[in-house]
């Protein structure tokens, strides 16, 4: 048997005969045209930019391997192969595996000196030299690499690593036609160009000039544009080496390459063709694994003839799908991104470099293939779903799949991790013991029962199960009313009902529980219905907005005082210390950049507040499911890189919407510039600099579920990016669920971030002016609830220890010392077989 | 293991105590009281009824049950701890939303509008799991 050809995919053949003939039936012969043995083609690059070893593994010693001695010609009749040096073999099997060769545009002054084609070692050595000499006789020299597909990409970043100003001319509209989308090539040129190369798409190129040198010096560019060059690399693609299949009368394309069957046999049953050489049903395949395929089959097709058996061995095409670290730039493209008859589904974050597109059937059902540039993280799970139903919505499946509905979770994902519990415990709990409210599946499963975080969870899968079996799923908050908490609150705005007992008694049923009483508190409080402590509305809140501070586990308070924008005076700073230490708290810096006071006891809560607001401060409403904090980075004032002023920015918006009151906790923060050291997209709402403006991106979230946010507009302007985030908060606030972060309210929003838009900037509903009215009314109608309740002796009365001894402090409360602070003793805890833990 | 140690031998502890006015408590609002050693939670609902609970909350630890949030569930009045939302029967304390031990339950009345509470068990401590079963025993002295 004959190999002609020493490339990957000849290397591949003789590896798997070997590897399978361990009789050693087949004798091997292998003429390469290289004066080397095979090497790793695909790692070229490798080999300028870390010297990479690219040999492939020897043939052992039965294979014989000719290098240097291209094949000239092939007499099919009489079955041999003729060298250039003269040799001539002999073959029962011939394999042609002659590989492609770079195509040269025929363009005036293609073959001057300092022109280039990237395919072999060869190649990159006289390329090396080249451009070592021209950046030592011309410094600042520029360099052209004409094509900007995979490999153009590839050569013209090691160009660059040789040290010459880079210039990619691609003639197609954008980068890497073959594999990409427009929108996907106009992302990765900006990545390009952020890397310091410069693009020319859809450019075709006139002609090369020379120097006084002979050499080539420059590239003229359709349109008259001329780019110093001092050297030019071609890579506008690749061509099959079929001229010997031509020589010796075997049947090519019309295109090119030499045209075998399934089993990768040429027009001459005893000739075979594989690799990048040949046409299989009218197509080239120019990636290494559909290679590797056909060597594969063709050596079980070798053995099968040897040993006189059928062989049932056949190329069967091949997936196009392509992952690929390019530059460091994430790109991917599966299944067919090209499809014409399917619908599209987009998504672009300029400021990250994202570029993701899905196509689907016009049904919306079925994955038909996509792009994805600058996060290719859902390739693994995109590819394998190619063809299939898709799981939920387009939009769901492009952002990772598991933002689906609870239904779609995999079993195995851990929802509740305080307890450990997995998404199938969940619904086997509720399949096995027929629950139909979260209550049961708490109780049953343990889910949700520390920390709570994950309720809103538990509640979609309890939700699609209920609905999977037919069961009608219930919107009602709670046995009390039947309402969701987003009609509650229209109910409330369109009534204006000011007070629980009214609307529990025309619009619900019993006296309520600790569901429904802060629900309908946060509703009051946040149409500005009178203040949270404020007579009836006292019973309602929970122990944390009822005594304006955290609850912490030995029964103490920790006190966060507002920091906005976490900037503060060194006066402030050693107000806080001196509080700290006088009442003996303990401290720690938040993660939204303030100063949390640990372990104040019920009655020492107001003396705290008399010194802090004393000094200045006011609440945080860190108790609060309201506006945390707007964290910021320093911005442009410090900054070398800030382009805006974000602690500025931060300071105007948590003074505008602090105290206001929503259905779960408001984080936001502001960068000034695309460093993002705020982290902004990990907020409900983020706000990044860009020389022209402002990005506002929404829906982020840390924690449990962590949800980048989506970049929502750009480039606005003070005023606008104010009148956004006032509308967008006052329509969560109006229409999510109880303990709904805007992260979940964001993907449960039917028409998701568009539908946002048209209602926050296009007013489709025609409500902006009541959504600004309200804000407008928050922000005038603020006042500190630390300040109010100190000068209000009816709430002062609340926090006393024991409603009978008022100065007794609570003796269940004591302490320890751990790292020079403070940490709780449970008291009561160590003579109590405490449950649960 | 037990929540009230030794009640029989704290002196002064039989018999009716003397906690607050009736007007302290705040309606549908809880209060916690110290009663001859003892923490008591104390509320008063909308409809005037008064309850008297253990302010400890046994599945944290805590002294907090006074600062629960009150309500109902199916007609049982029912107090939420605000340490992990667990709800308890005001009348018997039994753990509702998950088998546990409760909390003990006091006797409670108004007398010339002052708020008395008897730290002798009105009922005994609910418990769903068995074995807490002899602590009612501790827990209840049986006078009266």
Redesign the interface.
Known sequence: MVVVGHGPAGHRLVEALRARDAAGTCRVTVLGEETRAAYDRVALTSYLTEDADLALPEHDEAVRVVAGDPVTGIDLAARTVTTASGLVVEYDALVLATGSAPFVPPVPGKDLPGVFVYRTIDDLDALREHCTNLTLSRPGAGGVVVGGGLLGLEAARAVQGLGVETHVVEVAPWLMPRQLDEGGGAMLRRHVEALGMNVHAGTPMERLEAGEDGAVASVALAGGASLDAGVVVFSAGVRPRDELARGCGLQVGERGGIVVDEACRTSDPAVFAIGECALVDGQVYGLVAPCFSMAEVVADQLLAAASDTDCTARFEGADLSTKLKLMGVDVASFGDPFRADGLDVTYTDPVAGIYKRLVVSDDARTLLGGVLVGDASGYPALRAQVGTRLPGSPEQVLFGGTEAAGGDLPGATVICSCNNVSAEAIRSGIRAESLTEV?QV??CT?AG??C?SCVPLVKRILDAELTAAGVEVSRALC??FEHSRAELFDIVRVTGITTF?RLIAEHGR?????????VVASILASLGNGHILDG?Q???Q???D??LAN?Q???TYSVVPRIPGGEITPERLIVIGEVARDFGLYTKITGGQRIDLFGARVEQLPLIWRRLVDAGFESGHAYGKALRTVKSCVGSTWCRYGVQDSVGMAIALELRYRGLRAPHKIKAAVSGCARECAEAQAKDFGVIATEGGWNLYVGGNGGMRPRHADLFATDLSDEELIRYVDRFLMFYIRTADRLQRTASWLESLDGGLDYLREVVVEDRLGIAGELDAAMARHVGSYSDEWADTLADPERM??FV?????PD?P?P??AFETERDQIRPV?V?????????R | ???L?DVETLPGVSGWHR??RLT??????G?????AGV?VA?FR???GGLHAVGN?D???????MS?????????VP?V?S????H?FDLRTGESL?????GLPVFAVRVQDDMVEVSLEPASQPASSSADTADRAGTVASGER
Request: aromatic residues 4%; proline residues 6%; contains cysteine.
């Open positions: 209550a708490k109780a343990r029962t520390t709570g046995e009390h007992t019993g006296r309520g529980c600790d569901i429904c009483k802060p009836e006292a019973a309602l929970d122990t944390n009822h005594h609850l586990k030995n029964g009365r609340r220890s024991f409603v009978n001894a007794v609570d269940s409360i449970l009561a805890g160590a003579e109590l077989e405490v449950a649960g | 293991m037990t929540v140690r906690v607050c302290d408590l705040l309606p549908e609002r209060a916690a009281a110290l009663v923490q104390l609902t909308f409809e400890l046994p599945f944290s630890g805590a002294q907090v600062r629960g949030l009150l309500g109902c569930r199916g007609g029912v939420a605000p340490m992990f939302k709800v939303s998950e088998p546990g031990p």
